[in-house]
């Protein structure tokens, strides 16, 4: 089964709408959305409608999904942050504040786990070094795992029979084939507001069969979300950052 990869959504729908028509011409045949689908972004109540109606896609939850409905405690987000989350809270539909509220924030399946943050700390933790990743390791349910949070497309591994831990950005196109002698944590980098200097919306396809990973980058429109996001008086360093991919 070819599934599509995304995660780190924030509010982003032009982005959204972009990634998933591409998964669409790849025929994908299921989605796994690895949390923060609000936060920062000006559509929170558009990408949530759009995400709903994905066939077969499991959906985790994410901290700004958590903050956005006042589950998690806003006050060590930064301020920027903090605004975005309390103007998400003042326009998000009574409906999607109970849907956020009903997702998982882990998920294991057969070959496979998924979290927002790390396998230790599924909401918060930045799993963004080998070290960190080295910690986690105890904490896995599967040889293979899927992150998001840092925004950033990175890959760690590590051979079961023992070794030197690994950790690099991923590029665009590069094709990971995940083996079994090897320990697995993938971050498919994040679709509304990349952080690894590069704008264009980062997403990933994921082969059951094969084991099979593949990292994909799609341009949208930014102007047109920054646009949107000074109608709705959002942080400028949040918009700023949208066209720096940082």
């Known amino acids: 089964m070819k599934l599509g990869l995304i995660a780190d959504i924030h509010s982003n729908l032009p982005a959204l709408n972009e990634v998933l028509q591409d998964l669409a ?3 994908v045949e299921g989605y796994l959305v690895l949390g923060d689908l609000v936060g920062y972004g000006p559509y ?12 077969n896609a499991v959906i985790i939850v994410g901290n700004h999904d958590w903050a956005a409905i006042e589950l998690e405690d806003i ?6 942050a903090r605004q975005a989350i309390l103007w998400t809270r003042s326009v998000l539909k009574p409906e999607y504040k109970e849907y956020l509220g009903s997702l998982e924030y882990i998920v294991n399946k057969d070959r496979y786990m998924l979290v927002h943050g790390s396998p230790r700390d599924p909401l918060d933790e930045y799993l963004v070094n080998v070290d960190i990743f080295e910690k ?8 293979i795992c899927f992150i998001g949070h840092s925004h950033q497309p990175l890959y760690f591994s590590k051979q079961k029979d ?7 950005l991923i590029k665009e196109q590069e094709i990971l084939n995940l083996t079994p002698e090897t320990i697995h944590v993938i971050n498919p980098g994040s679709i509304g507001q990349p952080r690894d200097r590069d704008a264009r919306a980062c997403y990933g396809l994921f082969d059951t ?6 990292l994909k980058r799609k341009a949208y429109d930014v102007a047109a ?4 996001m000074v109608e709705q008086q959002l942080p400028k360093a949040l918009i700023d950052r949208l066209a720096e991919g940082v």
């Open 44 to 55: 929170p109540n558009e990408c949530i409608e759009v995400l709903q109606k994905l066939p």
């Open 209 to 214: 069969e094969t084991l099979a990973f593949t």
């Open 25 to 27: 011409a790849e025929q």
């Open 75 to 80: 006050s060590l987000f930064n301020a920027e």
């Open 162 to 168: 023992g070794g030197t831990p690994d950790m690099r």
């Open 136 to 143: 986690n390791i105890p904490a896995l349910k599967a040889d």
């Open 225 to 228: 979300v920054q646009a949107k």
